[in-house]
């Protein structure tokens, strides 16, 4: 008997943008997604999981939060800037479907309260995954995402670092043991996620990565039932610590991409070790009616 199975995902072909306040990956519909820039003197000094609305972060008077949605195949762009006495930092993203790129600068002194600059976003597609064989039963998606760029800090307290997460129905991807997080920066948590970070500790210190990572996302579906899946990211220039030592620390996160990497398989939970053999591949094997599927 020959089965196939067949990925579908459902990408529209609207395109606009619009800027609303407080974007975040649960206000976002399929197929589409969200960016946001944010520049400014003061904030609370840990960030969220991406996909969270980081214009919370920066209510401080002066700082500068831009964000604006996308949907189908277009893009948004925004950028964010503050500059006042010793404090200057900027950040800049454009953000579509299937990929995030964008920069974040931070030059601030050691005593200010985690002064910051940040881009976050990503996209949600919605997708169909069928096989006669299997229809009703539970599996996973295993995709990859491509990460590349470079991080730097310097001073007492610079910290830069790019994280990526992603969810499934507006609930956050758990770790299984089918996912890698590749070469990026452990953290401890039970979430599927990309981490790549560098901090300073003393004075005249500086540290500096070039990150060209590949993550391994897999996503449980049933068999025949659409779901969301939307993948986020940011890019966060700021403090490590707030403190009262004299001079200034800066930092700067250069994401060059954050990219859809594809499909790879799918594995019926029930035979965790048996690849199904026949499935679409590419998108010259979708019908005409079918929808391209994200880069």
């Known amino acids: 008997m020959t089965t196939t199975t067949r990925v579908v995902a459902a990408t529209g072909l609207c395109s606009c943008a619009s800027a609303l306040a407080g974007l975040s990956q649960s206000t976002i519909s399929a197929p589409g997604g969200f960016g946001q820039a944010c520049a400014g003197p003061d904030t609370p000094g840990s960030s969220p999981w991406p996909g969270s609305d980081f214009t919370s972060l920066h209510t401080a008077v002066g700082s500068d939060a831009q964000e604006g949605s996308f949907s189908g195949i277009s893009s948004v762009s925004r950028n964010a800037g503050y500059s006042s006495g010793n404090i200057s930092n900027s950040s800049g993203g454009s953000f579509g479907m299937g990929f995030i790129s964008g920069n974040a600068h931070n030059n601030a002194p050691n005593n200010s309260h985690f002064a910051q600059a940040d881009i976050n976003g990503g996209w949600k597609e919605t997708f169909l995954i069928t096989n006669a064989a299997y229809t009703g039963q539970s599996g996973f998606m295993v995709f990859t995402l491509n990460v590349s760029g470079s991080l730097a800090a310097a001073g007492f307290a610079g910290a830069a670092n790019f994280r990526v997460t992603g969810y499934k129905n507006d609930i956050q991807l758990m770790i299984n043991s089918l ?5 990026s920066d452990a953290i401890s948590t039970d979430r599927q996620y990309g981490n790549w970070a560098v901090s300073t500790s003393s004075i005249g210190d500086t540290k500096s990565k070039g990150v060209s990572g590949t993550l391994t996302f897999a996503v449980p579906f049933t068999f025949g039932t659409t779901f969301n899946l939307g993948i986020y990211g940011y890019a966060r220039a700021g403090m490590r610590s707030a403190s009262g030592v004299a001079g200034n620390s800066t930092a700067e996160a ?12 799918r594995v019926c939970q029930w035979q965790p070790r048996r690849w199904l053999n026949r499935f679409v591949r590419n998108r010259n094997q979708l019908g005409a009616s079918d929808r391209k599927l994200p880069r």
């Open 179 to 183: 996912f890698s997080a590749g070469n």
């Open 254 to 265: 250069i994401l060059a991409k954050l990219a859809w990497g594809g499909h790879h398989r």
